[in-house]
C-alpha cells in the first residue's frame, strides 16, 4: 500500500501523458501498480463520460466498482457529480464536503463547492471557500479579484478595506501593467483619502499607458485615458502644493522642520531629492527658495514667483553666492521664461556680486604688492 500522495502524484504524471516507466523510476513504486491506477483513471473518465451523456445509472454502477479505501475520495467526488446532473444539489454538496475533509488540497471540489455556494447565494461560504482555493495556489488572479469584489460587495460602507487592498496589490504584482487592477487600487485610495497613494498609482498607470502607446502610436483611446490621467496627476499635485505650503509656513522658524517635511513627501514632492543642503541662518530665505523649486516642479508658476519674490525682499546679503545661484538656476529653466522680471533681477545681483570679487582681488593683490615692497 503506498502513501495516497504517491498515488496523487502518479495520477498526475498519466494525466501529463507521462510513461508507465517514467513513473515507476521517479516514484519508486510497482509497474503492476501504476497498471492498476491507469486503469482507475480510465475508468473515472469513463463514467465521467456516461454522466456527461446522461447515462446516470450506468455511472453509478461504475462507480461501485471503484473500490478500497483509496478510491473513497474519488468515490464521493464522482458521486457528486452524479447528483449534481440528477439535480440533486443538497446530497452533491454534502458528498463534496466530504471529499474537502478528506483532501483539503483538492482543488476541484474546492471549484465545485464554489459552483453550488453561488447557485444558493451563500456568498460567507464563497468568500471562505475561495480563501480557500488561494491557500492552495496563491497566484490564481481570477480567485483574488473574485473574493476581493465580494468583500466590497459585503463590506461596502464600513470603511474595511484592508483585505480587499492586500488582495488586488497582489494580483498586481503578479499582473503589473493590469490597467484595471491600477484603477482598482486608486479607487480604493480615494477612498481612504489617501492622496499620496493616489498620486503613486496614477503615475504608475501614465507610465504604463505610454508604454502601450510606444507599441501603438494610433491608440486614440489610450491616447484619452492618458490625457484624463495626466490631469487627475496636475490636480492632486496642485492640491498637495497648496497643503504643503500651509505645514511649512507653520514651521517658518525651524529650517530642519521645514526639510523633515519635504522628504517626508512623496511623489509630488520629488523636488525634496534635489535639494542636499540647506543650513544657513536666515531661515526665512531657505523656505521661500524650497517652496520656489517645489512650485516650479509642479508647475505653478504664479506660486513660485511669489516664493521668490519673497525670497528677493528677504535676502540681505548679495554677496551670498550659493542661494542666489540656486535662485538664478530656477528662474532659467525652460518651465520659467516668462519671469523675465526676475531674471534681469538676479543679473543685477551676479554684476555686484561680480564687482564685489573685484574688489576684494583688487585689494588682496594691493596688499601682497606692498608686502613685496617691504621685501
Keep these: 500500500m503506498y502513501p495516497v500522495e504517491v498515488k496523487k502524484r502518479a495520477i498526475e504524471m498519466l494525466k501529463s501523458k507521462s510513461s508507465v516507466k517514467d513513473i515507476v523510476k521517479e516514484l519508486g513504486v510497482s509497474e503492476t501498480t501504476v497498471y492498476r491506477w491507469k486503469k482507475e483513471l480510465r475508468k473515472r473518465r469513463r463514467i465521467k463520460r456516461l454522466s456527461v451523456e446522461g447515462k446516470l445509472k450506468k455511472a453509478e454502477s461504475e462507480v461501485a466498482e471503484l473500490k478500497g479505501k483509496s478510491n473513497e475520495p474519488i468515490r464521493n467526488s464522482l458521486l457528486a457529480m452524479i447528483e449534481r446532473r440528477k439535480g440533486n444539489i443538497a446530497e452533491s454538496k454534502r458528498l463534496e464536503e466530504k471529499v474537502l475533509e478528506q483532501e483539503p488540497d483538492n482543488l476541484r471540489t474546492v471549484y465545485n463547492l464554489i459552483e453550488i455556494a453561488i447557485a444558493e447565494g451563500d456568498i460567507e461560504r464563497e468568500k471562505q471557500l475561495l480563501e480557500l482555493k488561494l491557500k492552495i495556489n496563491p497566484k490564481d488572479v481570477k480567485a483574488m479579484t473574485k473574493l476581493a469584489s465580494l468583500i466590497r460587495k459585503t463590506e461596502k460602507g464600513t470603511g474595511k478595506t484592508t483585505r480587499e487592498k492586500e488582495l488586488i496589490e497582489g494580483a498586481l504584482n503578479l499582473e503589473p501593467k493590469n490597467i484595471i487592477l491600477l484603477n482598482w487600487l486608486i479607487d480604493i485610495a480615494v477612498q481612504e483619502g489617501d492622496e499620496e497613494r493616489q498620486l503613486q498609482l496614477l503615475q504608475r498607470e501614465a507610465e504604463t499607458l505610454k508604454e502601450i502607446l510606444d507599441e501603438n502610436q494610433n ?89 521668490l519674490k519673497s525670497f528677493r525682499d528677504t535676502l540681505q546679503d548679495v554677496s551670498d553666492i550659493k542661494r542666489i545661484s540656486q535662485a538664478i538656476r530656477l528662474v532659467q529653466s525652460g518651465k520659467t521664461r516668462r519671469l523675465d522680471w526676475e531674471g534681469m533681477w538676479f543679473n543685477i545681483l551676479l554684476q555686484e556680486q561680480s564687482k564685489n570679487r573685484i574688489s576684494q582681488a583688487s585689494t588682496k593683490d594691493g596688499e601682497k604688492g606692498e608686502e613685496g615692497e617691504e621685501k
Design 219 to 307: 491608440d486614440e483611446k489610450t491616447k484619452k485615458k492618458l490625457k484624463g490621467i495626466n490631469e487627475r496627476i496636475r490636480q492632486l499635485n496642485k492640491r498637495q502644493a497648496i497643503a504643503f505650503e500651509e505645514k511649512v509656513n507653520e514651521n517658518s522658524a525651524d529650517i530642519k522642520a521645514i526639510r523633515e517635511l519635504i522628504y517626508e513627501s512623496n511623489d509630488a514632492l520629488k523636488v525634496a531629492e534635489q535639494i542636499k543642503e540647506m543650513y544657513g541662518e536666515e531661515q526665512s530665505v531657505d523656505r521661500e527658495l524650497i517652496l520656489a523649486e517645489l512650485y516650479y516642479n509642479l508647475g505653478l508658476v504664479d506660486r513660485a514667483r511669489k516664493s
